[in-house]
Structure formats: structure tokens, C-alpha cells
């Protein structure tokens, strides 16, 4: 199984600031035959369900404002958020659907310094 | 409006069986792979199966392999998790999770759309 590791556990950001969460994974989930990565960002609210952030590593999932970004390639990968807002309180959640079981890290718990 | 909503869930004992449902609108439901995700009490996302489009290939997490089953019903929009021998670990939120792809190649994927979830609890 790849293993989803993302750092830190925790963060404190002050509003306005940006915000940024590593994603590491225990092996490529880059398809070289369509140069894509499969990789996921999720945020979830409490009480929520999941909501799909970025897809393709980078590429913005309809309706989600443009302060998230994703990046990175292979096995490091990063959010992240230009200036945060009191609506980002969050935990966030990287997940690669490169290979059969499709995991998840552990979650990123974000709050407002 | 693309929705999923879930049923079925609740208090079961060890050992026990329960089957959820997912029912799906506003999307051509046939097309799409479908997955489970569960999460537990205050913990992390675990996937746990995966069902293609046409029903014909299903993948499951090795954590629920010969014991959960998990079906669709294309002409119902529906989506189904047959879940027996259930054990004290399998407590959780259980969400049912649209694949984000049109007719992939592959049934894995992300999630764009998630129901709201429902609640399994294994206890005597």
C-alpha cells in the first residue's frame, strides 16, 4: 500500500496569511504514460462531509476559490492556501488514487493564530 | 442538483450484519465508479471498496475483504454495502463518494461528490 504522510499534524495561521501543508507519499503516484499525478486534496469542516479541493495534484476542483493551490510532482506535494480566511478552519486531507487501496494522510488540522 | 444520501446505518452487535444504501440524483449514475469511505470516531478517512460503473469490477481495503460486499443497482440509482461479521473496529461514519471521472479506465479516482454519511456502531 503507498503510504500518505503529511506534515504538520497541526497549524496555526494567522488570518490573511498563507497557509501550507506537506504531502508525502512511500512512492511515485506519477502515471508516466499521461504525465499526471494522482493526487487529491480534501477539506472537512466539522460535522461535514470531505469536499474535493484539488485533483491532478494541481488542477482546482469547480467552485473552490482560487487562494487554494496545489503542487508538486512524484512524491512531494503541497497545499496551499495565499491568505487565509475564518472559512478555512478545516482539517485537510491529501489522498493519492494512483494504486489499489487508495489512501489517505492522516489529516492536517488547520486553525486561526 | 448532484446528491448522495445514505441509509441504513445503526447500532448492530459483534458478529452482526447490516446492508447500506447510498441513493444517488442529479448525475448519470451508470457512468460513474463508486466508492465507501468510513471514518471513525474522531479519526482519519479509510477507504473500503470501490465498484466501477457497469458493477463489474469491485476492489475492497484488506481490512473488510471477505466480509463486506459491495453492489449497485444502475436501474435505482443506487448504491449498496452488504456488511456482515461486523466487528467493534468497523464503527464509523460511512460515506458513499462519486469518482470524479466520466467512464474511466480505472475505477479509482477522487471523490468530487460525498453523502452526508451514516453512522455504523458495533457494540454489545
Known amino acids: 500500500d503507498i503510504v500518505m504522510t503529511q506534515s504538520p499534524d497541526s497549524l496555526a495561521v494567522s488570518l490573511g496569511e498563507r497557509a501550507t501543508i506537506n504531502c508525502k507519499s512511500s512512492q511515485s503516484v506519477l502515471y508516466s504514460s499521461n504525465n499526471e499525478n494522482y493526487l487529491g486534496w480534501y477539506q472537512q469542516k466539522p460535522g461535514q462531509p470531505p469536499k474535493l479541493l484539488i485533483y491532478?495534484?494541481?488542477t482546482r476542483e469547480s467552485g473552490v476559490p482560487d487562494r487554494f493551490s496545489g503542487s508538486g510532482s512524484g512524491t512531494d506535494f503541497t497545499l496551499t492556501i495565499s491568505s487565509l480566511q475564518a472559512e478555512d478552519v478545516a482539517v485537510y486531507y491529501c489522498?493519492?488514487?494512483?494504486?489499489?487501496?487508495?489512501?489517505f494522510g492522516q489529516g492536517t488540522r488547520l486553525e486561526i493564530k | 442538483e448532484v446528491q448522495l444520501l445514505e441509509s441504513g446505518g445503526g447500532l448492530v452487535q459483534p458478529g452482526g450484519s447490516l446492508r447500506l444504501s447510498c441513493a444517488a440524483s442529479?448525475?448519470?449514475?451508470?457512468?460513474?465508479?463508486m466508492s465507501w469511505v468510513r471514518q471513525a470516531p474522531g479519526k482519519g478517512l479509510e477507504w473500503v471498496s470501490v465498484i466501477s460503473g457497469s458493477g463489474g469490477s469491485t476492489y475492497y481495503a484488506d481490512s473488510v475483504k471477505g466480509r463486506f460486499t459491495i453492489s449497485r443497482d444502475n436501474s435505482k440509482n443506487t448504491l449498496y454495502l452488504q456488511m456482515n461479521s461486523l466487528r467493534a473496529e468497523d464503527t464509523a461514519v460511512y460515506y458513499c463518494?462519486?469518482?470524479?471521472?466520466?467512464?474511466?479506465?480505472?475505477?479509482?479516482?477522487?471523490?468530487?461528490?460525498w453523502g452526508q454519511g451514516t453512522m455504523v456502531t458495533v457494540s454489545s
Open positions: 442529479g448525475f448519470t449514475f451508470s457512468s460513474y465508479a
Open positions: 491532478w495534484a494541481s
Open positions: 463518494a462519486k469518482g470524479r471521472t466520466l467512464a474511466p479506465p480505472y475505477p479509482l479516482d477522487a471523490f468530487d461528490i
Open positions: 489522498q493519492q488514487y494512483y494504486s489499489s487501496p487508495p489512501t
